[in-house]
């Protein structure tokens, strides 16, 4: 019942977005343990996987969330799974680029998080961005790996969205579906070579994710501020107290040894 009622809401925040929808049912599949996964999936599938989409046959496959651990919202999960169903129906299942797939399915499920951007930080300044064609391998990528090329595709996507608009993003779309290579598509859509779009996406990368930009501009480095503001706060309240107490206690062994020196002998 909870994955019928999450499958529908999905499907019609998707289905707005798209100003599309699907013209064949979607069968979800849940699997029980990690061997029911695997047959149905392969044994090549990464282990940090939790669910798969399978366009061709219209089939999403997802773990148990009564038996595995998600980490996430079971909703995200599903609403992920079926945005790569739409996307590939509405790119006439020629295969979009992996990032532009998984940005939208990130994109539309809502998955980005307060820390996510500390791992793109840490690829500017280690010069280790993946570039958007190696994202093609993201099954083959560790989980930390893989964890920022997630992350790379939602940003790719935002940045489109923001440099070009919904319509282009529709455009190349509709240029992928007709069979025309992604080079030509996207010069048709946006007017732009995919190569100058790869460029300015990592110099965007490199602007917006620097330690300055970073500092300046990040909700989470205010938190941890503010937050390490607080504790120091009740630190020195503590210490205060502390010494004071230690201060009354060495007044009173004083005003005690004083006594004892001063009381006339028996």
């Known amino acids: ?83 790569h169903i739409f996307l590939d129906k509405k790119s006439g299942n020629a295969v979009p680029p992996r990032w532009m797939d998984e940005g939208f399915a990130m994109l539309v499920s809502r998955e980005w998080r307060i820390g996510q951007d500390i791992l793109v930080v840490r690829a500017v300044l280690t010069n280790s961005i993946i570039p958007l064609q190696q994202i093609e391998n993201l099954n083959s990528f560790s989980n930390s790996k893989a964890e920022l090329a997630y992350t790379e595709s939602y940003l790719a996507l935002s940045y489109f969205l923001d440099e070009y608009g919904k319509e282009s993003f529709f455009k190349l779309l509709n240029h992928i579906s007709s069979g025309q290579s992604l080079d030509l598509a996207f010069l048709k859509a946006t007017g732009e ?24 501009d990040n909700i989470l480095f205010w938190l941890v501020l503010a937050f390490l503001l607080v504790f120091l706060y009740f630190m020195k309240r503590y210490y205060n107290r502390k010494t004071l107490k230690r201060w009354e206690y060495e007044e009173k062994i004083g005003k005690y040894d004083y006594h004892e020196e001063n009381q006339a002998p028996d």
């Open 193 to 216: 070579s995919y190569i100058d779009f790869q460029v300015g996406f990592v110099n965007y990368l490199k602007k917006r994710y620097n330690w300055l930009a970073f500092f300046g």
């Open 1 to 83: 019942q909870e994955i019928e009622v999450t499958a529908k809401k999905a499907h019609a925040q998707i289905s707005d977005f798209l100003e599309d929808t699907l013209t064949h049912p979607v069968t979800i599949y849940v699997a029980e343990n990690e061997n029911d996964f695997k047959s149905k999936l392969g044994s090549d599938f990464p282990d940090w996987g939790i669910g798969a989409a399978i366009s061709e046959h219209n089939l999403i496959i997802l773990k148990s969330p009564a038996k595995f651990r998600y980490n996430r919202p079971f909703s995200e999960v599903l609403e992920h799974e079926l945005a």
